[in-house]
Every structure is written in structure tokens, then in C-alpha cells.
């Protein structure tokens, strides 16, 4: 069975914090892709990255950066100096590896509230 | 590049009525996806299509609940009768439909049931 745990239900920061969004995954696939989406109150999810299971490098895109760890089963999120944009509900979510069928399972989500 | 389309936006109706909504994936996207977010959860998926075939719908509760996709493009999630426990947000999301591609996901559809 596949399971997504975000602990961190809601995070404040004040603006230009850094801050870092837990994410721990289960699976007995070897093969799975992991991502992270953003939903901003419009409500829309908004796709950030996409990582598979054979490779552990981490990823900086700008501000946000991604700590992908196997030992631990964690892809944490970190977003450096954040910004009131940021302000939104992150998800994370595993898919594994399987023909056909392409379901996503999510985390409970991770509520951001940056405070100016 | 236009994204995925779903209407309406926001519906409200009393228990044991019916409702319908739609979705337009992006073009050439064969995969399209039905989501149902309750407020708190993460989304929670009801519906998988590829082209016009149903890929998993092992979570869709069949005895309310239908959907279709008529001639592999646009798609209509159904629930008749809809009960109190329905009212989450409905999403609909497309992809190119192979396991590493992202999903991109419409505004959604707000159901609340009274």
C-alpha cells in the first residue's frame, strides 16, 4: 500500500524566513516518482517538481530547493526567503510505477502562511 | 498553451438531488483524471481515463457516482443522488499518460450539499 505523511499541518513564517515542509512517503515499489503541488486559494493545484526513485540528487529551482533522501523515505521541501506569495497549501504526492493505472496519493497537506 | 477547463465553478444543491460537471483536458493530454478533495484531505482519486477507457475507477462509488468520456476528450462526472458526506471540491486533471508525466489540474468544481 501506498501512503504520503505530511506531519505539518499548518507553518507561519514571517516574510523572508526560510522554511522546510516535511514529507515522508511508504511503498514497497522500488520504482515511484514523488511531486510536489502547490494549491493556492484560487484552489487550482499548481505542479513544482517531479522526482524518481533512482535519483537522489537534490534540486534547487530559485528559492525552492528538494532534499530527496531513500534511507529515510523523505522528499522535504524548502522554500529560502520566503515571500507572501507563498502563502498556499503544499501537497505531496507518490506515484508509482505501473502500467496504465497513474494514480497519485497525497499527502494531508501542509497549510503556508507567510506574514509580511 | 490553454489548461484544463471544468464548469461550473461552485454548485449548491440539497441532498438526493443530481449533478453533472465537466471537464476539458489540455489538448492531447489521453489521460484525464477525476479528483474529489474534501476540505482538510488531500485530493482523492475517484476516476482514471485513457483515451475513452476507464484505466481504474476502484474508488468510485458506482452506486452514486458515474462518469464518461465520449470520444476520448471532454468528460462528465455525475452523482445521483448526492448525499451530505459529497460536498468536497471536484477536480479534473490531464496528462500525456505515462506514469513519470505531471498531472495538470483544472480550478475545480466547489459542491456543497444541504
Known amino acids: 500500500a501506498q501512503k504520503v505523511t505530511q506531519a505539518q499541518t499548518e507553518i507561519s513564517v514571517v516574510e523572508k524566513e526560510d522554511v522546510t515542509l516535511d514529507c515522508v512517503y511508504e511503498?514497497?515499489?522500488?520504482?515511484?516518482?514523488l511531486f510536489w503541488y502547490k494549491q493556492p486559494p484560487s484552489g487550482e493545484l499548481v505542479f513544482l517538481i517531479r522526482r524518481n526513485s533512482f535519483d537522489e540528487q537534490n534540486e534547487i529551482s530559485g528559492r525552492y530547493s528538494w532534499n530527496f533522501q531513500k534511507s529515510t523515505s523523505s522528499f522535504n521541501f524548502t522554500i529560502t526567503a520566503s515571500q507572501v506569495v507563498d502563502s498556499a497549501v503544499y501537497f505531496c504526492?507518490?506515484?508509482?510505477?505501473?502500467?496504465?493505472?497513474?494514480?497519485?496519493?497525497f499527502g494531508t497537506g501542509t497549510r503556508l502562511t507567510v506574514i509580511p | 498553451e490553454a489548461g484544463v477547463a471544468q464548469s461550473p465553478r461552485y454548485k449548491i444543491i440539497e441532498k438526493r438531488q443530481s449533478v453533472a460537471f465537466w471537464c476539458n483536458p489540455i489538448s492531447g493530454h489521453a489521460t484525464l483524471y477525476w479528483y474529489q478533495q474534501i476540505l482538510g484531505q488531500g485530493p482523492k482519486l475517484l476516476i482514471q481515463?485513457?483515451?475513452?477507457?476507464?484505466?481504474?475507477d476502484s474508488q468510485l462509488p458506482k452506486d452514486r457516482f458515474s462518469a464518461e468520456r465520449l470520444k476520448g476528450v471532454d468528460s462528465t462526472l455525475k452523482i445521483q443522488p448526492a448525499k451530505l458526506e459529497d460536498s468536497a471540491v471536484y477536480l479534473c486533471?490531464?496528462?500525456?499518460?505515462?506514469?513519470?508525466?505531471?498531472?495538470?489540474f483544472g480550478p475545480g468544481t466547489r459542491l456543497t450539499v444541504l
Open positions: 504526492a507518490l506515484r508509482i510505477y505501473q502500467t496504465g493505472a497513474n494514480n497519485l496519493f
Open positions: 486533471a490531464s496528462s500525456l499518460g505515462s506514469a513519470r508525466n505531471e498531472q495538470f
Open positions: 481515463f485513457q483515451n475513452n477507457g476507464v484505466v481504474d
Open positions: 511503498t514497497r515499489d522500488t520504482t515511484y516518482y
